[in-house]
T-cell receptor
Framework: GDSVTQMEGPVTLSEEAFLTINCTYT??????LFWYVQYPGEGLQLLLK?????DKGSNKGFEATYRKETTSFHLEKGSVQVSDSAVYFC????????FGTGTRLQVFP | DAGVTQSPTHLIKTRGQQVTLRCSPK?????VSWYQQALGQGPQFIFQ???????QRGNFPDRFSGHQFPNYSSELNVNALLLGDSALYLC??????????????FGPGTRLTVT
């Protein structure tokens, strides 16, 4: 069945460091891909999305490119801030939304 | 514009009891989905309601049931609670029919603890 695999965390970075969180997927058909973020004690917020191959989603300095050839949707940010500390979930949608297990990001001053 | 709201925020129940969780979708949305998020895990799809009917269901037993009302709000019911049902239950709303840019808006969740 369809699935999403994310790199395990926690990812620990200093402020202004470069961030990459890897995400790969398995799906029949052509899924839409998403990154959601969950701040402590809160629900999920959509961070960015891409609906077809080679699309780049971007928001708040975060980017991810839909790579069909490598079935990947890696999340990147050029310079992280302490306020980016949260859990990040990669997800795909074909007939339902399927999430990865999440990657915790901790950013220190 | 009110987002997705859920009640209660927290709930403690005893094994074997029954529980009802409630969700009001974002204004203008007609579809509600429910997810279970165990500690340290990603959300798992339970089911989705549209036009007051269960449209789709994930791999959850029949102890999990739901309802959608004419105003699009929804309830999740869990019978015969098990310790393993302890989790954060998330409600998400969206519009149907989904376009290829399917997007859901999540509520803050209900934290259920079964003792």
């Amino acid at each position: 069945g369809d699935s999403v695999t994310q790199m395990e965390g926690p990812v620990t970075l200093s402020e202004e460091a470069f961030l990459t969180i890897n995400c790969t997927y398995t799906a029949t058909g052509y899924p839409s891909l998403f990154w959601y973020v969950q701040y402590p004690g809160e629900g999920l917020q959509l961070l960015l999305k891409a609906t077809k191959a080679d699309d780049k989603g971007s928001n708040k300095g975060f980017e991810a490119t839909y790579r069909k050839e490598t079935t990947s949707f890696h999340l990147e940010k050029g310079s992280v801030q302490v306020s980016d500390s949260a859990v990040y979930f990669c997800a795909l949608h074909t007939d339902k939304l399927i999430f990865g297990t999440g990657t915790r990001l901790q950013v220190f001053p | 514009d009110a987002g997705v709201t859920q009640s209660p925020t927290h709930l403690i129940k005893t094994r074997g009891q029954q529980v009802t969780l409630r969700c009001s979708p974002k204004s203008g949305h007609d579809t509600v989905s429910w997810y279970q998020q165990a500690l340290g895990q990603g959300p798992q799809f339970i089911f989705q309601y549209y036009e007051e009917e269960e449209r789709q269901r994930g791999n959850f037993p029949d102890r999990f049931s739901g309802h959608q009302f004419p105003n699009y709000s929804s309830e999740l019911n869990v019978n015969a609670l098990l310790l393993g049902d302890s989790a954060l239950y998330l409600c998400a709303s969206s519009l149907l029919p989904p376009s290829y840019s399917y997007e859901q808006y999540f509520g803050p969740g209900t934290r259920l603890t079964v003792t």
